[in-house]
């Protein structure tokens, strides 16, 4: 399958800073990708859509202002934690899809994850 | 918002015996995927199963799907202790932006 690469794996960094994830398709373009926060032993939780070249569309409860999606090009999109709290530590998980192949049966594929933690 | 709910939330079994996890959700979909994820790793994709499709089968695993009772099963047979890890459903809606939402999830733990 098509490999999606997130970049850092894992970040620590201090309360107050901001930290930027990325995540790319190394092998198809991502016309459509997603990004998604997983607490420690709980599911997937959707954060944002975003389309390459226009902006994101947040889930309901998902601070826009606190977390910033570029979808640049087909195949970089960059999450954003802006002044980033101990309660933003979570893994994050990025995902692309082709949506101009496949049709409503395109796969999802999905990055390796960054952990933050928010000292 | 999450879709699906999947039972059990968690799952003990004898290697060798067979494990089912069942995934229900609420809306009319496109498809239906189930994930493996190890303890704080990534996701890795075991199978994807179209609205029009009952049942497909990968290596030990078989799902099952009914459209009419918006449910799925994965069964995973002859378990082996590297199988332990967390399984989950995630459907892709036919309503809506194209975006796949995430069950609870099962803990499965395979008892060598």
């Known amino acids: 399958g098509a490999v999606v690469s997130q970049h850092p794996s894992w970040v620590i960094c201090k309360s107050g800073t901001s930290v930027k994830i990325e995540c790319r398709s190394l092998d198809f373009q991502a016309t459509t990708m997603f990004w998604y926060r997983q607490f420690p032993k709980q599911s997937l939780m959707l954060m944002a859509t975003?389309?390459?070249?226009?902006?994101?569309?947040?889930e309901q409860g998902v601070e826009k202002d606190k977390f910033l999606i570029n979808h640049a090009s087909l195949t970089l999109s960059t999450l954003t934690v802006t002044s980033a709290h101990p309660e933003d530590s979570s893994f994050y998980i990025c995902?692309?899809?082709?949506?101009?192949?496949?049709?409503?049966?395109?796969?999802?594929?999905f990055g390796p994850g960054t952990r933050l933690t928010v000292l | 918002s999450q879709q699906g709910e999947e039972d059990p939330q968690a799952l003990s079994i004898q290697e060798g015996e067979n494990a089912t996890m069942n995934c229900s959700y609420k809306?009319?979909?496109?498809?239906l995927q189930w994930y493996r994820q190890n303890s704080g790793r990534g996701l890795v994709h075991l199978i994807l199963i179209r609205s029009n499709e009952r049942e497909k089968h990968s290596g030990r695993l078989r799902v099952t799907l009914d459209t009419s009772k918006k449910s799925s099963s994965l069964l995973i047979t002859a378990s082996r202790a590297a199988d332990t890890a967390s399984y989950f459903c995630a459907t892709d809606r036919i309503q809506g932006a194209q975006k796949l939402v995430f069950g609870q999830g099962t803990r499965l733990t395979i008892n060598p």
């Open positions: 995902s692309a899809r082709d949506r101009t192949s496949g049709g409503p049966y395109n796969e999802q594929f």
């Open positions: 975003s389309n390459e070249g226009s902006k994101a569309t947040y």
């Open positions: 809306t009319s979909i496109n498809n």
